[in-house]
């Protein structure tokens, strides 16, 4: 198994009055998860917890009994981590769906999702929504997620200048997100992971107000202190603005 570093905070920002977004860190699966709620009345919080306790419990529950039936059937293009973790993310839709429809408070609500897992010598990423997935490598930053966002879809059709994408009026618009449909698609995708390595899940609580560059510079600021580039990242976030929650997961891989 990998030898990972890690660390996960969140905070309530500088302009609302509770935090919706949740995180799981459970290293004994090597799994790390971010959800962003949305939904009026902290109908937003209760979908993002049901999100990342629905995947983490899956997870422990199969470690405890592989023989376990699954949710849904298989799908054979895809190798068995990838049917687990895409599995557990549906089934987390489905649950956030259920409290949603049977329980007239939480009507609505629904949570972004982004996870990821570290198993034998690769990484998988899991993702629904505009959570992120960032990795550092050799001085380099890449995105390895892709906005399920209005914004995003509008990028994809018409070149925008770095001034129009600023004041595009849709921003916060969630084209996919767990919770609105009772099944939903989940972006999986996966790679060799490299000792060095640094894996950064967040909310766009922090890709919302720190750029790219930021994010980058603060990471080679910080060298392999995990916990250190969290609490820069967020404080960043703050100090922009800080108009949304933010959450941030830090994985190294060690050398």
Same mark, same amino acid.
């Given at each position: 198994m990998p030898k990972l570093e890690y660390a996960g905070l969140t905070d309530v920002g500088m302009k609302r009055t509770h935090n919706e977004d949740n995180l799981k860190l459970l290293p004994e699966h090597?799994? +790390?998860?971010? /959800?962003? %709620?949305?939904? %009026?009345h902290a109908s %937003? @919080? #209760?979908a993002s917890q049901i999100a990342v306790e629905t995947v983490a419990s899956l997870f422990e529950e199969i470690a405890a009994d592989p023989e376990i039936t699954m949710p849904y059937k298989e799908d054979r293009n895809k190798s068995p981590v990838e049917n687990l973790f895409v599995t557990s993310v549906r089934y987390a839709n489905y649950r956030v769906f259920e409290k949603a429809s049977e329980d007239a408070r939480f009507k609505g609500m629904g949570t972004t999702f982004v996870g990821m897992l570290f198993k &034998? &010598?690769? $990484? $998988?990423?899991?993702? #629904?929504?505009?959570?992120?997935? $960032?990795? #550092?490598? @050799? *001085? =380099?930053?890449d995105q390895l997620t892709e906005d399920h *966002?209005?914004?995003?879809? $509008? =990028?994809?059709? /018409? =070149?925008l200048t770095p001034e129009e994408e600023k004041? +595009?009026?849709h921003?916060?618009?969630?084209?996919?997100?767990? %919770?609105? =449909? @009772?099944?939903?698609?989940? &972006?999986? *995708? *996966? &790679?060799v992971f490299r000792p060095g390595d640094i894996y950064l899940l967040c909310s766009d609580g922090l890709s919302? @107000?720190?750029?790219?560059?930021?994010?980058?510079?603060? /990471?080679?600021?910080s060298g392999d202190r995990v916990e250190e580039l969290c609490k820069k990242l967020i404080q960043t976030a703050c100090a922009n603005g800080g108009k949304d929650n933010v959450t941030v997961i830090c994985v190294r891989v060690v050398e």
């Open positions: 090597n799994l +790390f998860v971010v /959800a962003d %709620g949305m939904g %009026g %937003g @919080e #209760v &034998d &010598d690769r $990484y $998988y990423v899991a993702h #629904v929504g505009d959570s992120r997935c $960032y990795r #550092v490598r @050799e *001085s =380099k930053l *966002s209005l914004l995003n879809d $509008y =990028k994809k059709m /018409a =070149k004041n +595009f009026p921003k916060n618009i969630i084209v996919r997100a767990l %919770g609105m =449909k @009772e099944s939903v698609l989940v &972006d999986i *995708s *996966s &790679d919302g @107000e720190v750029d790219d560059p930021n994010i980058l510079r603060l /990471a080679s600021e």
